[in-house]
């Protein structure tokens, strides 16, 4: 896990040259003065103090190990004190290791990884979270979530009306979960190809926890024959290219996607779906519902 970590951390600083924000890191260096060379003492103009943005750090590793978990059958318990809550998860996933530690610039950020493997083996499937004034030079991650409000990356509210989320129930205070799955004016506005496959996701607020105030479990949702008719049923009609990226946005295009998409959006709220489908779907709705606050 150790190894990971590093990995992880080169590459957020590697990423960091991209991103708008990112301020370089500066070296200092001397040379040595010989000790006959007299030195003589420059006078300096005074100029305007500048106020610059902190230097980017490389994250510090505050905590890592497996969290504290028991076999319910199809299901594994687990407790996890920096969160302070419980939850049920699929037996499936592996075991979880949990990982905490400092942001780029400021706050936290706490992620799972499941079965051993990294977040880019593992994605659609990724756990995480973040605290209010988590602040990092890189691109949007989906784990990039710190609870509801106005602040830094926070959403205003849990089912609030989102193109990207058309389905979205709350298990409880405090736990919604919701399914992404865009319609045509979200498709059509150029988003990243990452936020467009349908997934399934969990949002826990925690606006009091001393460290982490968000936490989300995105997982594939859609079983390969469903996918498989998503691909050749409604993609098309937007005409999207292997990149996701749509040839046809015109308002009869858009009307014709929305319409069929609906038609989906229905086997999944009818449980009409394939059972591939309607497996997985009980299984994510099952950890949305088992998430209790200790």
């Given at each position: 896990m150790k190894a990971r970590f590093d990995l992880w951390v080169i590459w957020i600083v590697i990423s960091t040259a991209g991103c708008q924000n990112f301020v370089p890191a500066t070296r200092l260096s001397t040379s040595p003065v010989?000790?006959?060379?007299?030195?003589?003492?420059?006078?300096?103009?005074?100029?305007?103090?500048?106020?610059?943005?902190?230097?980017?750090?490389?994250?510090?590793?505050?905590?890592?190990?497996?969290?504290?978990?028991?076999?319910?059958?199809?299901?594994?318990?687990?407790?996890?004190?920096?969160?302070?809550?419980?939850?049920?998860?699929?037996?499936?996933?592996g075991e979880i290791e949990a990982v905490l530690r400092t942001g780029g610039y400021s706050g936290y950020a706490y992620d799972y990884y499941f079965g051993g493997k990294t977040i880019a083996e593992t994605e659609p499937l990724v756990a995480g979270g973040r605290s209010k004034d988590f602040s990092e030079g890189r691109?949007?991650?989906?784990?990039?979530?710190?609870?509801?409000?106005?602040?830094?990356?926070?959403?205003?509210?849990?089912?609030?009306?989102?193109?990207?989320?058309?389905?979205?129930?709350?298990?409880?205070?405090?736990?919604?979960?919701?399914?992404?799955?865009?319609?045509?004016?979200?498709?059509?506005?150029?988003?990243?190809?990452?936020?467009?496959?349908?997934?399934?996701?969990?949002?826990?607020?925690?606006?009091?926890?001393?460290?982490?105030?968000?936490?989300?479990?995105?997982?594939?949702?859609l079983s390969e024959q469903f996918s498989n008719e998503v691909e050749s049923d409604l993609y098309p009609l937007l005409g999207l290219n292997s990149n996701m990226i749509p040839t046809k946005c015109d308002d009869k295009s858009q009307q014709a996607f929305d319409a069929k998409l609906k038609v989906f959006l229905d086997k999944l709220i009818n449980r009409s779906a394939d059972s591939g489908t309607v497996k997985n779907l009980d299984e994510l709705t099952h950890l949305a519902t088992s998430i209790i606050f200790r």
């Open positions: 010989a000790s006959n060379t007299p030195i003589s003492t420059p006078t300096f103009t005074p100029s305007p103090t500048v106020t610059t943005e902190p230097l980017i750090h490389q994250p510090e590793l505050i905590s890592q190990g497996n969290l504290d978990c028991s076999s319910q059958g199809a299901f594994t318990k687990c407790i996890d004190d920096v969160l302070s809550i419980e939850f049920e998860y699929p037996a499936t996933w691109g949007w991650m989906p784990t990039d979530f710190a609870g509801y409000g106005d602040i830094g990356i926070q959403s205003k509210e849990s089912c609030e009306p989102r193109d990207l989320y058309p389905l979205c129930e709350e298990a409880r205070s405090d736990v919604a979960w919701m399914i992404r799955f865009p319609n045509a004016k979200f498709l059509c506005a150029g988003f990243l190809s990452t936020m467009l496959y349908p997934t399934f996701r969990i949002e826990i607020n925690l606006p009091n926890n001393p460290t982490i105030n968000g936490f989300v479990f995105e997982a594939p949702l």
